[in-house]
Each structure stands twice: as C-alpha cells, then as structure tokens.
T-cell receptor, first 119, second 109 residues
Framework: DAGVTQSPTHLIKTRGQQVTLRCSPKSGHDTVSWYQQALGQGPQFIFQYYEEEERQRGNFPDRFSGHQFPNYSSELNVNALLLGDSALYLC??????????????????FGNGTRLTVT | QQPVQSPQAVILREGEDAVINCSSSKALYSVHWYRQKHGEAPVFLMILLKGGEQMRHEKISASFNEKKQQSSLYLTASQLSYSGTYFCGTQGGSEKLVFGKGTKLTVNP
C-alpha cells in the first residue's frame, strides 16, 4: 500500500519564477492538505482540498494556489517566488469519512516533502 | 492561534521519562501529536478528542484537558528511537490542523 508520494524531492528556482509541486495521496484518502515547513519550525498550514475544491486556507498570499484532480491527487503552485519561499513543502492526506470515536477527525499521513530552494 | 509547546528541547538518557506540553488560547476540538525525525516526514502518534480521554501509543501516552485547552505527551522509559521533534496540532472546530513550533527530544545512551 503506497503512502503519500510527492515530487520532485528537491527543486532549485530563481526569484520571480513559478513552481509546481505534486502530491499523490495515500490509497483510500480523499483530502489533501499542504504545509510549508521552514527550517526548525513547525509545519504551517497553506490550504486543504476536498472534492476538487479549496476547503480551508491559511495565512498565505494568493501567489500560493492549488488544485485537486478527480483521482484526489493535488498540485501546489507558487508564483513570483521570493527568497522567503525557500522551505520544505509537505503534503498530507486524510480520509474525510473517518469516524474516530464518534467524531470526524482523521490522522494526517505526510509525504516526505519537496525541498524548495529559491536563489 | 498557533499552539505553544514547552519545553523547546529536552535531553534525556535512555530509560528516563519526559513530558511535553501543548497549550492553546482558544477552545479546542481535538489535539494531534506527531513525531518527525531529521530529514523525514512527520509521523502520526495519536489524536485526543474532547472528553479528556488519555490515549496510548506503545510507551507514549497523552492527555487532553479541554477546560485548560492543554494537552500533555508523556514519554515513559524513553528509548533511543524516541529521538526526534514532537509537534502538537490543534483543531478549533474548523478542519485545518495548526501545528506548534515543536519540541526537540534527544535520547542518549
């Protein structure tokens, strides 16, 4: 059973460029969340996709956008890259229909991330 | 909205115990705990829901005090494999999970 897969693993871009990161969720999962993790910090929530729509969004500018496809895979796009966008980008999948002790609250399964370096 | 974790770092000898705390300024619906080893993805440990139930994962247990909006992670008889950074993630009723800055745990022989 494949877990969450992300591609590419590493990426080097120049300021002002655009980047697309990809994520395939764990089999059976239908929800994808994206996080940005700076060195030595906790993951920061970017947004979450469910049924091909953005369901929740964190405090990130519109330069960050995403998409979810019918097969539940997802992309994260970042436009006009800044040096401060350098970070590990984590994709996490979950199952929206999981009832955990009577509440809909599913554990997140993370991919190994994409390390983005902006020069 | 970001939960506050304490301490920021802990150094233990194998077999010692540790407690990691997570607190929020807002009412919580649930608390998640994850462990991340260097260069790896965060791995789910446990979820605690409203009701104060204490959960267990091997020799790691946790509690959730919803009145105080706090959760604590208890690592008993620590093993070398427990080394890593522990993150709590909190949900305040919406779907998004907000993580703290993490607590770095080092277990030495």
């Amino acid at each position: 059973d494949a877990g969450v897969t992300q591609s590419p693993t590493h990426l080097i871009k120049t300021r002002g460029q655009q980047v697309t990161l990809r994520c395939s969720p764990k089999s059976g999962h239908d929800t994808v969340s994206w996080y940005q993790q700076a060195l030595g910090q906790g993951p920061q929530f970017i947004f979450q996709y469910y049924e091909e729509e953005e369901r929740q969004r964190g405090n990130f500018p519109d330069r960050f956008s995403g998409h979810q496809f019918p097969n539940y895979s997802s992309e994260l796009n970042v436009n006009a890259l800044l040096l401060g966008d350098s970070a590990l980008y984590l994709c996490a999948s979950s199952f929206s229909g999981l009832v955990w002790r009577g509440s809909y609250n599913s554990p997140l399964h993370f991919g190994n991330g994409t390390r983005l370096t902006v020069t | 909205q970001q939960p506050v974790q304490s301490p920021q770092a802990v150094i233990l000898r194998e077999g010692e115990d540790a407690v990691i705390n997570c607190s929020s300024s807002k009412a919580l619906y649930s608390v998640h705990w994850y462990r991340q080893k260097h260069g790896e993805a965060p791995v789910f440990l446990m979820i605690l829901l409203k009701g104060g139930e204490q959960m267990r994962h091997e020799k790691i247990s946790a509690s959730f005090n919803e009145k105080k909006q706090q959760s604590s992670l208890y690592l008993t008889a620590s093993q070398l494999s427990y080394s890593g950074t522990y993150f709590c993630g909190t949900q305040g009723g919406s779907e998004k999970l907000v993580f703290g800055k993490g607590t770095k745990l080092t277990v030495n022989p």
